[in-house]
């Protein structure tokens, strides 16, 4: 597992969790491809594994159970299925098949796919449920992880960038949210999107290459190299969307090579922001750069009539009390009014009140205390953004305007996106997002 506030100086392998305890299986199918050969270890035992077998792993009664090369075997922890040879390079498709993952955890898009995977899988009792880790080299992980982000028709410098904030992100380490699990990261938007060689390309394939072990660093430590799918126009602090000190590479600044004449500084006041939202400036994210229709041959996990640079949201009061009961566990019969109490540079909220009445006709008030606590609790599928304005509409709905898709702090891949399309090279594009840091090769 990775270490964290050590710069590795070898390329390290990385454990990804692909069944987490909370998905709740308790059984799973791994099919063995027909090339390269694979092993499977537990219990101090190794059995080849017949290539197109197709083996089904079970829990119960405090043992894993599965059977392989027409033999039944019982394993209490631990099973390892693995390539006999490491894998130098890796192909799309190539790996181990697995059944039903789940894509969008906790979201309203969560489904169920097939995905394929290099390197190792181990598979891991958690009391009585399975948990399924990935181990591979961070750079064939890499190169996974911007496909899975990506388009089929991106830009190379897009997709260079996209890794090497990836790469820096994953090698600062500072979230370490599954690391009780022994997982570095989990396959998930929790942590960065990763479908195994599902849907590698060529591409990503170069962009990893062409980037090997490049990563961000301010004075001497990784970048926490943040990014989000469009910062609205301007940036956001770390620091206002975050707990913990500022990060002076992520910083509110203006996603365009000028400062545009709409950014009336500062976004915090609720007119300026008020302004900004109905505005649609020259950034490297806006409409103007990249029609939003275009967005899905380059962005993959986009929706085709989706709008994100400038949004609207009406919120009915019976949506808006079952998000409230829901994510917030409030007992509320209306809604009385929603107000931002405090917006960072971006515009985005980082406090905001509802006031409601109870079941007993009281009126109440409950303090969303930051950025992902306003997005969550405000809409069943999550707000794009909390840069937003509300307007209380004459039946009782609530109209949201809003800026974004994210908590905008860092790379800005719609932005991203702007710039290489306008020709600037990978480089330009991270030294924008992250200013101050520098690029450097560490292994
Ligand atoms: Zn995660
Ligand atoms: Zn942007």
């Known amino acids: ?4 506030g050590i710069i590795p100086d070898k390329e390290p392998l990385i454990r990804v969790g692909i069944i987490l305890p909370e998905d709740r299986y308790t059984s799973v199918s791994i099919v063995i491809p027909q090339s390269p050969a694979y092993q499977i270890d537990f219990s101090g035992r190794h059995v080849a594994l017949e290539a197109g077998a197709e083996l089904y792993f079970k829990y119960s009664r405090d043992s894993i159970h599965f059977s392989a090369s027409g033999k039944s075997f019982t394993a209490p922890n631990d099973i390892h299925i693995s390539p006999v040879q490491d894998e130098k390079q890796i192909k799309p498709g190539q790996g181990l098949l697995v059944k039903n993952v789940i ?10 796919i097939n995905a394929v995977y290099s390197g190792k899988l181990i598979i891991q009792r958690h009391k009585d449920r399975l948990m399924m880790i990935n181990e591979l080299p961070i750079e064939h992980y890499l190169m996974c992880v911007a496909t899975s982000e990506m388009g089929a028709a991106c830009p190379e410098a897009l997709i260079e960038a996209q890794t090497i904030t990836a790469r820096s992100w994953m090698l600062a380490n500072v979230e370490q949210k599954h690391v009780a699990l022994g997982m570095d990261v989990c396959n998930d938007d929790c942590c960065q999107r990763y479908q195994g060689t599902t849907y590698l390309t060529a591409q990503s394939i170069e962009g990893a290459l062409n980037t090997y072990g490049q990563v961000l660093i ?4 990784i970048c926490d190299a943040r990014y989000s799918k469009s910062c609205g126009g301007v940036m956001e602090a770390y620091e206002n969307i975050w707990p913990g000190p500022a990060l002076p590479y992520l910083q509110i600044k203006a996603d365009a090579a000028e400062e545009p004449p709409e950014w009336n500084k500062p976004l915090s006041d609720e007119n300026n922001f008020s302004a900004w939202v109905n505005s649609v400036p020259q950034t490297f994210c806006s409409p103007l750069t990249i029609p939003e229709n275009e967005l899905k041959q380059y962005l993959g996990s986009v929706d085709e009539d989706g709008q994100y640079f400038r949004w609207q949201e009406k919120i009915t009061q019976p949506e808006l009390i079952s998000s409230l009961k829901q994510f917030r566990g409030l ?5 009385l009014n929603i107000s931002i109490l405090e917006r960072g540079g971006s515009g985005r909220a980082k406090k905001a009140a509802v006031d409601y009445t109870d079941s007993n006709g009281s009126s109440r008030q409950d303090i969303l205390q930051d950025e992902y606590s306003i997005r969550r609790a405000l809409h069943k599928k999550f707000l794009y953004s909390s840069a937003f304005t509300v307007t209380k509409m004459e039946d009782d709905s609530f109209n949201l305007k809003g800026a974004g898709w994210g908590h905008g702090a860092g790379l800005c891949q719609i932005g ?13 594009i991270v030294l ?3 200013p101050g840091s520098i690029l450097k090769r560490i292994y």
């Open 103 to 112: 894509s969008g955890r906790d979201f309203h898009w969560k489904k169920y």
């Open 432 to 434: 924008h997002y992250y």
């Open 218 to 221: 301010y004075k001497d430590k």
């Open 416 to 428: 991203a996106l702007g710039m290489s399309l306008k020709n600037y090279n990978s480089r330009e």
């Open 331 to 335: 007992d509320v019969t209306s809604v």
């Open 1 to 4: 597992m990775l270490q964290p």
